[in-house]
């Protein structure tokens, strides 16, 4: 499978996302720094379809020791939030539909933070060390490679997982208003 394939489709197996991603350059931290926006590729994933309907933007990376792996629209779309990702339970069916926003909207006050909640850090993965995010309290580790200036793929490393949850962050510079 091509990356363009990849991207144009937002779907792929598994193993050709794999071999997509270990094609792709490493990123640096530096290049990683700015506000992400993002979107889900499709893999088969157990998560797939998850962080869409919840409202998910992307993420913000301030610098190696604070970021915000899940930052979420507020119901108006207005302004973006974050949410603690320890609060989001990954061994349970949660439905993955447009309810689940407004799930989020309501936990809202439960779910939000304003402290970071993880780091970033140059770490080997797949054979390359990159640029990559390391949840404070959950066993992930999110790995990135570059597709161009100001794209990245990433493969959520989850622990126990059989192989990563894709996702693709685009460089955003608009201005949200961040409830930070």
């Known amino acids: 499978m091509e ?15 794999i071999s997509i991603f270990s094609g792709l350059e490493p990123v640096t ?13 499709i893999t088969g994933h157990p998560i797939d379809g998850l962080l869409e ?16 792996p ?23 069916k949660i439905p993955k539909n447009n309810m689940l926003k407004f799930f989020i909207a309501i936990l809202k006050p439960i779910l939000k933070t304003k402290k970071s909640k993880a780091r970033i850090r140059m770490i080997e993965y797949r054979g390359k060390v990159t640029g990559s995010m390391v949840y404070d309290e959950k066993g992930i580790f999110d790995h990135f490679a570059k597709i161009n200036e100001n794209t990245m793929l990433g493969a959520m ?17 608009q201005n949200w208003k961040l409830e930070l």
């Open 3 to 17: 990356l363009e394939k990849l991207l144009k489709e937002r779907k792929a197996t598994a193993n050709d996302a």
């Open 157 to 173: 490393d989850l622990k126990g997982a059989a192989n990563p949850y894709f996702f693709v962050l685009e460089r955003d510079t």
């Open 29 to 41: 931290i530096g290049f990683m720094l700015g506000q992400w926006k993002g979107f889900e590729i």
């Open 70 to 92: 899940l930052l979420i629209h507020t119901l108006n779309k207005k302004r973006l939030f974050a949410i603690n990702p320890r609060y989001i339970p990954l061994g349970i």
């Open 53 to 68: 309907p919840s409202g998910w933007y992307g993420k913000l990376f301030e610098n190696p020791e604070n970021a915000h």
